[in-house]
C-alpha cells in the first residue's frame, strides 16, 4: 500500500523537492564531511527525485546514488 502512495504522489515530490537549494546542499555537505572522504560515495536511501543528492553532488567530490523504492520517484531523479 504504501507503494501505491508514493506513486500517486511523485510528481507533487518531485514540484516539492525544488526548495532544495544551494546553502541546503552544503549545510547537508557539512554534516556528512567527517563521514565522506574525498571522492567517497554516498548513498541517499529514501533520496526520492534525487534532487538534494544532485545538489550534493556538484558541492562535495563524491559519487552518489539514489535509492528510493517508488520507480515513479526515480523516474525523476538524474
Do not use: K
Not at 515530490?13 to 547537508?28: E, H, N
Not at 534525487?50 to 550534493?56: E, K, Q, R
Amino acid at each position: 500500500m504504501p507503494g501505491r502512495l508514493f506513486n500517486w504522489t511523485a510528481p507533487l515530490f518531485a514540484l516539492a523537492s525544488r526548495r532544495w537549494g544551494d546553502d541546503d546542499a552544503r549545510r547537508v555537505a557539512a554534516l556528512l564531511a567527517p563521514y565522506l572522504p574525498a571522492h567517497g560515495r554516498l548513498l541517499d536511501i529514501g533520496g526520492g527525485t534525487g534532487d538534494l543528492a544532485a545538489l550534493l553532488a556538484a558541492v562535495v567530490p563524491c559519487d552518489v546514488t539514489v535509492l528510493d523504492a517508488s520507480p515513479r520517484m526515480l523516474r525523476y531523479a538524474e
